[in-house]
T-cell receptor, first 115, second 114 residues
Framework: AQTVTQSQPEMSVQEAETVTLSCTYDTSESDYYLFWYKQPPSRQMILVIRQEAYKQQNATENRFSVNFQKAAKSFSLKISDSQLGDAAMYFCALYSGGGADGLTFGKGTHLIIQP | NAGVTQTPKFQVLKTGQSMTLQCAQDMNHNSMYWYRQDPGMGLRLIYYSASEGTTDKGEVPNGYNVSRLNKREFSLRLESAAPSQTSVYFC?????????????FGNGTRLTVT
């Protein structure tokens, strides 16, 4: 079975600062995808960024970037120049295709932005 | 574009009542999913449909049934609601059941069972 662990239930950062959210995972598959989803208070699930396991280069989307360490099975999300609109729950998710379909999600990190 | 539409947005049931959560997508996606979200638990897969005409159990299927009515629609039914089914339910879809096809989510249904 595959697992995703987010060890930080809550993080707080000052506006304009940088914050890193941690995620570790476990899968027996060699090919897989990793995702970060954002869930603001509106409850909508928004895809932030995704990483293909076979790509060594870390994915980047504007102020969002990942640090993908395949050997360590680590997939952290870095948010630069934090903005008030970044306040949300952030979920790390894994898709490896083995067994049941669908993504396996971590329990989430609640990110607070201090003005 | 509507994307993934779920109805209703909120529902309160008494224990033992039944109801169906509706989900429709207009993106011509092949795969559809039902998740539940509970505090401190993240999202857990209830059932999924990899393609029209197929459905399979996910991580937490007990107490639920699903129907893939056509390519667009995938409904979730609670035959006899229990307080443990109080949760936020999300429907999602994606183009293919494959690695690089991202999930698109509906806005969720908040269900309370008293």
């Amino acid at each position: 079975a595959q697992t995703v662990t987010q060890s930080q239930p809550e993080m707080s950062v000052q506006e304009a600062e940088t914050v890193t959210l941690s995620c570790t995972y476990d899968t027996s598959e060699s090919d897989y995808y990793l995702f970060w989803y954002k869930q603001p208070p509106s409850r909508q699930m928004i895809l932030v960024i995704r990483q293909e396991a076979y790509k060594q280069q870390n994915a980047t989307e504007n102020r969002f970037s990942v640090n993908f360490q395949k050997a360590a099975k680590s997939f952290s999300l870095k948010i630069s120049d934090s903005q008030l609109g970044d306040a949300a729950m952030y979920f790390c998710a894994l898709y490896s295709g083995g067994g049941a379909d669908g993504l396996t999600f971590g329990k989430g990190t609640h990110l607070i932005i201090q003005p | 574009n509507a994307g993934v539409t779920q109805t209703p947005k909120f529902q309160v049931l008494k224990t033992g009542q039944s109801m169906t959560l509706q989900c429709a997508q207009d993106m011509n996606h092949n795969s559809m999913y039902w998740y539940r979200q509970d505090p401190g638990m993240g999202l857990r897969l209830i059932y999924y449909s990899a393609s029209e005409g197929t459905t399979d159990k996910g991580e937490v299927p007990n107490g639920y049934n699903v129907s893939r009515l056509n390519k667009r629609e995938f409904s979730l039914r609670l035959e006899s609601a229990a307080p443990s089914q109080t949760s936020v339910y999300f429907c999602a879809s994606r183009e293919f059941s494959s690695y690089n096809s991202p999930l698109h989510f509906g806005n969720g249904t908040r269900l309370t069972v008293t």
